[in-house]
Nanobody, 124 residues
Framework: EVQLQASGGGSVQTGGYLRLSCVASGFRFDDYTIGWFRQAPGKEREGVACKQLSDGSIYIASSVRGRFTISTDNAQNMAYLQMNGLRPEDTAVYYC?????????????????WGQGTQVTVSS
């Protein structure tokens, strides 16, 4: 059974940082793409970053490029989202997701497996 569990959310002030973690189990990690998504109150869920583990290629959404980085520890089946320079508009519930065929996509429909979310709140 594929399972994903995100953690590491919290409350920070503008300019602060957080590192989200996602632990994955139940599938061959190296064959998948791991994505990070977020959903702000009243808004649609959007893709933030993804990493295609087969070749290490990465995509970062323009809204967070230069502030957020995605990384993985393939030996530990872990994915991370390092978030620096946080802004109030980054406030959202953050989710990790995985799929074998997502490649470097951050489209929600390309991901079949989702973890529960972790709340990130950035105050001004």
């Amino acid at each position: 059974e594929v399972q994903l569990q995100a953690s590491g959310g919290g409350s920070v002030q503008t300019g602060g940082y957080l590192r989200l973690s996602c632990v994955a189990s139940g599938f061959r990690f190296d064959d998948y793409t791991i994505g990070w998504f977020r959903q702000a109150p009243g808004k649609e869920r959007e893709g933030v970053a993804c990493k295609q583990l087969s070749d290490g290629s990465i995509y970062i959404a323009s809204s967070v490029r230069g502030r957020f980085t995605i990384s993985t520890d393939n030996a530990q089946n872990m994915a991370y989202l390092q978030m620096n320079g946080l802004r109030p508009e980054d406030t959202a519930v953050y989710y990790c997701a995985a799929d074998r065929t997502a490649l470097r996509s951050t489209r929600l429909s390309d991901y079949g497996y989702w973890g529960q979310g972790t709340q990130v709140t950035v105050s001004s």
